[in-house]
């Protein structure tokens, strides 16, 4: 015998077609599952095409015409593989399974099988596909009236649906899951419930504000604002409140809210003295550079309207948000971020506000937060007339800005240090010019004749 009849002969059997496993879902009873089937492994996916809709067909199998419906083009699109045929007997075993749980009362092990099939098509990369199977998951714990199966039916929707960008429904699964949870749920449910939706409605915010939609991430804010409020005083709540404030308060500044902006910085410092750790530090530290910057932009808004002691005030009250910021001094009572903070708190702050982003290494502090707020210092101090104090803060702005790697960070450094140094050279001088010879003294009279000899030579 030669060697190709010997292969011939050996040949493994082939695997069943897509229309011999159709056909065995409708033998066992389960006219469901060979309609999914079909759609799943047909071009298309039955979605916007020319193919019969899964009412047509199921009509069709009762009047016994299926075979005469699908025409030569349709059956060559049902060849046309969707699903690999590796896969094939998998998914058809689960559809099947699926609804005869469903026949049977077996609830769970309906619920189980949708979910198999959703985590397949997760897998391979067909995320709708799953997204289909987890709403049909949904679905059958509704109808069972599980509550727990339907908060984590709700919670895998959510999940997908981050996962693929769509942030509207993935706001519609949580806001469903939140109010199972409530309704249903434990302490811990509700709380797991209620971060999923933050997290949500903060992604949505950050969408808008990429759309330069500012009013929309506000509202989405808000909302993430309200939702960690119900957290309570608990440790993990008043972080998520803290949080959620300094988010909405960035956002206000942005559309020009810095009223209310000051507003949710200030709740947003409250929030962090609560409890002197160094996660409520750095969240503080947070806090004082927003509550300055948004004070800044109500400084300019009070000069552009002429309210010149209005400005003056709210430009002392960033300045009393850095210093205490970079340096440690609390500032005396006064509105906007004025009290709440003590000197061990800021010391953690220091400890931990860098060591947080960089893994717990061990490094002290952001460098590149605090050159930026000895440069907006300094600038306060030059507006304020106070020279020598602005070279001092543009100083402490240079020598940070030399450790990063940002050229232009360092060229601004240069330029404002260099301008500061000028004015306080140039300060002195008119200091001896106005006040030469007001002592009636002969070192007083000398420089004034000085002054005058040099003016003369040069004329």
Known sequence: MDTETILMNHRPPEEPDKQTMSIEALMEGCPAA????????????????DQPSAAQVAARLAAGQAADALDAKKIEEFIDDEVDPEHMPFVRDALVHAESSARE??????QDAFRSIAEFFLKVGDPRKGIFFYEKRLKAARKAKDPAAEMVADGDLGRVYESMGDIPHAIAAYERLVAVAAADGSRDDVSSSRRHLIRA?????????REGDGDGAVRFLTSALDVARKEGESDGGVLLEADANYRLGLALARIGEHAAALERQ??????CARKASPVDAVGAGKARRA????????RDAAIASGETAAAEAHQREAARCLEFFLDGEPPDNGGGGGGGMSAILLAKAREAETEEESGGKGVVRDPGA????WCTLGKIRSAEGEHAKAASCFEKFFELARGL???????V???????????????????????AGEDGTKEGSEALGNLLSWKVARA
């Open 34 to 49: 060979f309609i999914d089937f079909y759609y799943l492994t047909t071009a298309g996916d039955g979605v916007a095409d």
């Open 105 to 110: 009362g077996d609830d769970a092990g309906t």
């Open 201 to 209: 409605y903060n992604a949505a915010a950050d969408a808008k504000t």
């Open 266 to 271: 200030d709740d947003h410092l409250t929030l």
């Open 291 to 298: 509550l300055a910057a948004s004070r800044l932009a109500m």
């Open 370 to 373: 605090d050159a930026r707020a």
């Open 405 to 411: 790697s940002d050229q232009r960070l360092l060229d």
């Open 413 to 435: 450094a240069r330029i404002n240090l260099g301008i500061a140094r000028g004015k306080v050279k140039q300060e002195k001088f008119m200091s001896t010019v106005l006040h």
